[in-house]
């Protein structure tokens, strides 16, 4: 039954067209992960900074 499913789905245009915006929203995530993950000690600093002289 899944089988069957599964194969109707993915023969399909719509399907085909759902994985590829899903393929496309995982590799937009990834890539926003990665520069939060880089780039976030660096904003750390920058908004203690900024606290700091205003403070």
Same mark, same amino acid.
């Given at each position: ?9 993915? $023969?399909?245009?719509?399907? @085909?067209? %759902? &994985? $590829?915006?899903? #393929? /496309? !929203? @995982?590799? &937009? %995530?990834?890539? /926003? %992960? +990665?520069? /939060? @993950? #880089?780039? +976030? ?8 900074? /900024?606290?700091? !002289? #205003? +403070?």
């Amino acid at each position: 039954m899944l089988r069957k499913h599964w194969k109707r789905f993915s $023969e399909s245009k719509r399907g @085909a067209t %759902a &994985i $590829e915006y899903g #393929l /496309i !929203a @995982a590799g &937009i %995530a990834v890539v /926003i %992960a +990665g520069s /939060i @993950a #880089l780039l +976030g000690p660096q904003l750390q600093t920058t908004f203690d900074t /900024i606290t700091t !002289a #205003l +403070g």
